[in-house]
């Protein structure tokens, strides 16, 4: 390289200028973050905390108010206090005279393109799934989201048997999907033409869910009689 | 330099025809392609994007004789990616159902290349309230050919709107329309008009240049 091209070449700048540059930019992005996330915290939080009371009251349509319960170490159920972070949650419903209408259940597995989420009601009364809502879905648009839509699929959770064994260790039936049309027991879930894999996903984490909690609650029914705090 | 020869609103237009960021430049497929099944997601998609890419411009163009060559990709980066952080709390913070339908595709705007190639091809070389125009110009066209997929693919795939019912209830869904085939279908159509009315107006400008050759030849 020649001189004269030395000479014309403009000088690099200095590693100073470079830091300048980074950690001032990166300082002031730092603070819009932090001051974007700490404006919308409340906004977001309460938004969550709506849409999952709007989902309780969605599969225990006869409830009006709501209590969180927390599974303790010893297999009861206390209320629960804090944000209950890696707690196991049920949500118990409640109507205008405090008397409890059933308890709302997350519960998530996989489907065909991704976890699938949902939330169900349980009524003691009638020993079943009452209601269910899809809270998190990626299912193919048009076939597998109509777990979320379609009123005869939806129709299996209007009743859905989920009796214990006299001794209340564990489900009489288990959840069983079943080919469209072919439903003959209420332990059933009728299957979807089309959106197979996304149907049966739905009735296996119905399955899992009360195979685990329907023992546990039903042999802890009076933890949830209690006096509460309820939400509205 | 060729851009300080077109003015303000120059900049401002030819992001929304002639330099469209989707219809002619084809930029920024992956959100095109992917959130564009109802116009309400696509317009939000849009909106999210065009405010990035303004908010990115008008602070690479502030900053321009601050940050050196050698640090100018990485520090873009940090922008836009501050900018798509402060868009993905706002989205949380209006509508969950929202945040939860455009799904990963929000925190993918950081490698939109429309934004980063905005940054470094012009933003950085502009003023501030040039950048501003381009980015507006660009933003908008950008959203407006989201806005464009997203309504007929809607209207096709579920026979509606921003949600509301278009046809009577014998009108068949064309499911493929709201999966990612129907993207890519839909997309070509919209590519084909654009072309055919380019071509289109080239020819009749060629055709109106000959005759007034023409004339031009029998006046002489």
């Known amino acids: 390289m020649s001189e004269t091209e030395l000479v014309s070449r403009p000088a690099p700048p200095s590693i100073w200028h470079m830091y300048r540059a980074m950690v001032g930019v990166g300082i002031v992005c730092g603070l819009l973050i932090v001051t974007a996330f700490q404006v919308t915290r409340p906004i977001i939080e309460r938004n969550k905390a709506e849409a999952l009371q709007k989902a309780i009251f969605h599969v225990l ?72 809502q899809v809270l998190e879905s990626k299912e193919t648009p048009g076939l597998g989201d109509k777990i979320e839509s379609d009123p005869e699929f939806l129709e299996n959770f209007e009743r859905l048997d989920v009796s214990l064994r006299d001794d209340l260790s564990e489900m009489a039936n288990p959840i069983v999907p079943v080919r469209h049309g072919e439903k003959t027991h209420p332990w059933e879930v009728d299957g979807i033409t089309g959106a197979t894999i996304s149907s049966v996903a739905i009735a296996d984490i119905l399955n899992r869910s009360a195979q685990y909690w329907m023992p546990r609650i039903r042999s802890h029914l009076s933890d949830f009689q209690g006096d509460f705090q309820g939400e509205e | 330099m060729a851009a300080t020869s077109k003015s ?28 564009s099944n109802t116009a309400m997601n696509a317009l939000a998609m849009g909106l999210a994007t065009a405010f990035v890419l303004i908010m990115s411009n008008i602070a690479v163009s502030s900053l321009r004789n601050f940050i050196p060559k050698q640090v100018r990709i990485a520090t873009y980066i940090l922008i836009i990616a501050t900018f798509v952080t402060v868009v993905d709390y706002v989205i949380q913070a209006v509508s969950l159902d929202l945040y939860k339908a455009l799904g990963a595709f929000i925190s993918l705007i950081v490698v939109n290349c429309l934004i980063l190639g905005r940054a470094e091809a012009f933003a950085s070389k502009n003023t501030v309230a040039r950048s501003v125009m381009d980015g507006l110009g660009m933003g908008i066209g950008f959203a407006f050919a989201l806005f464009c997929l997203g309504a007929v693919r809607e209207i096709l795939g579920s026979g509606s709107l921003f949600g509301a019912q278009l046809f009577h209830d014998a009108f068949q869904d064309w499911v493929v329309m709201i999966l990612p085939s129907g993207g890519f279908f839909t997309l070509a159509a919209w590519l084909l008009l654009f072309n055919w009315l380019e071509q289109r107006k080239e020819r009749k400008a060629k055709s109106d240049e000959a005759t007034t050759l023409a004339l031009g030849k029998e006046a002489v």
């Not at chain 1, 997350?106 to 020993?127: H, K, R, T």
């Not at chain 2, 609103?9 to 992956?30: A, H, R, S, Y």
Request: charged share 20%; aromatic share 12%.
């Open chain 2, 8 to 35: 303000s609103t120059d900049e401002f237009i030819k992001g929304l025809w002639k330099e469209n960021p989707v219809f002619v430049q084809v930029l920024g497929m992956c959100p095109v392609l992917a959130v």
């Open chain 1, 61 to 132: 349509p006869n409830a009006s108010t709501s209590a969180t319960y927390r599974l303790d170490e010893s297999g009861g159920f206390l209320v629960l206090e804090g944000k209950g972070v890696g707690a196991e949650l049920v949500y118990a419903g409640y109507d205008d005279n405090h008397e409890l209408m059933g308890l709302a259940v997350e519960a998530q597995g996989m489907g065909y393109q991704d976890v699938i989420g949902v939330i169900y009601g349980y009524s003691f009364a009638e020993e079943a799934i009452i209601g269910i």
